[in-house]
């Protein structure tokens, strides 16, 4: 019978090799579970949820929970706020592949209601259709939103709509995610337009804003 020698130059020229196999099967192996923890979990009706995406760094789960649990108080009617992490890293392509790969499904299947980017990588989301326009927010919002934030806010025009608008607020200063560990400094938060529950993201954005000047305690 014929038999294959395994040694540590075998298996090392595998890997090298096919170690993109493993990130494949890691990927639809949470693929399948997130389908089967979907499929099982009882289900949150849409307008009773809110789901908040912090793209770019790392943040710590404890103290965005905190964050949902503040929220939630002051919102009632919600019976869950979740806020999600997907963390871009350069400095590890396979981590950033994973994560970008992880952040274009979330938007294919139309996840989420608010989303958070560095400023240049939300131009070019913003160009694919995703978000909704905001210029009508910024002008009934414009002393919660602060002179600041506004000489900040740039106008993007897209294929689907040639004209320049609005579409997300600058979170420059915003002290809320400080413990979180979210660098805002350059960040900017926009409402996705295949949000479930447009109206009450629209409240939680200006929630974030009235309370961001400072952090929660």
């Known amino acids: 019978m014929y038999r294959v020698k395994l040694n540590k130059e075998r298996i090392r020229n595998h890997i090298q090799y096919d170690w993109w196999k493993y990130i494949v099967c890691i990927i639809a192996t949470i693929a399948v579970w997130n389908i089967i923890a979907t499929v099982t979990k009882p ?3 849409p307008d009773k949820k809110i789901e908040i995406f912090l793209v770019g760094d790392y943040v710590l789960e404890e103290s965005a929970t905190n964050i949902s649990e503040n929220i939630l108080e ?3 009617d919600l019976w869950e706020v979740n806020i999600n992490n997907i963390a871009l890293d350069m400095d590890d392509p396979q981590m950033d592949y994973m994560s970008r790969q992880k952040l274009m499904v979330m938007l294919a299947s139309q996840t989420g209601d608010l989303y958070a980017f560095e400023k240049e990588e939300f131009t070019k989301i913003v160009e694919q ?7 009508e927010f910024i002008e009934d919002n414009r002393v919660l939103i602060g002179n600041d ?3 900040k806010a740039e106008k993007i025009a897209t ?3 040639n004209e320049p608008r609005y579409y997300g607020i600058p979170m420059d200063g915003l002290e809320l995610f400080k413990e979180t560990g979210y660098d805002v400094s350059d960040k900017v938060i926009g409402m996705t337009i295949f949000s ?3 109206s009450m993201a629209v409240e939680v954005l200006k929630w974030i804003l009235n309370n961001g000047e400072k952090p929660l305690k």
């Open 196 to 198: 479930d529950n447009s």
């Open 129 to 135: 259709g995703v978000f909704i326009p905001l210029d």
């Open 43 to 45: 289900q949150t009706p």
């Open 159 to 161: 294929e689907f709509d």
């Open 74 to 76: 002051d919102f009632p």
């Open 149 to 151: 934030r506004l000489e």
